[in-house]
């Protein structure tokens, strides 16, 4: 039996329209962030991260408890810059699992939640004199 995550970003593409111009850097930062985390907590509990698109990530949660996974989610939570819908799915193969995927009832909530409230503050200058900027959270 195979054991899958889904993992979305919800309102991901109206969140990078939300940051105005000149915003790949900010997009990218955010991106590598969360990804860099998803990898890292993912090892930790011994699942393995396969990133599709930079919205839609699927985990191999073979012998993984899925309250593991749901504290996993809900550690990145703060990290992303949207929120977070999570699904578990099972098959006797990865097609089929995939294809089961649905919300479990402790992870779905999550995908209610609002998203953070990020603003773009001038952090650092080029030598060029341009201006880089990067998200803040506002509480």
């Not at 940051?19 to 699942?47: F, M, N, P, S, T």
């Not at 193969?93 to 779905?108: C, D, R």
């Not at 999550?110 to 803040?136: D, F, I, Y």
């Amino acid at each position: 039996m195979v054991k899958l995550g889904l993992l979305k970003l919800v309102r991901y593409e109206s969140w990078i329209c939300s940051l105005g111009y000149d915003r790949e850097h900010v997009v990218q930062a955010k991106q590598h962030e969360l990804l860099r985390e998803l990898h890292r907590r993912g090892a930790a509990i011994g699942a393995f991260t396969v990133p599709l698109t930079y919205d839609l990530v699927v985990l191999v949660l073979n012998s993984i408890r899925t309250s593991d996974y749901v504290k996993l989610v809900e550690d990145l939570t703060p990290i992303s810059p949207v929120p977070l819908e999570a699904m578990v799915g099972q098959g006797d193969n990865y097609p089929k699992a995939l294809g089961n995927a649905v919300p479990s009832p402790t992870l779905s909530s999550m995908s209610q939640q609002q998203p953070p409230t990020w603003t773009l503050t001038a952090t650092t200058t080029w030598s060029r004199g341009r201006v880089l900027t990067a998200p803040t959270r506002s509480s």
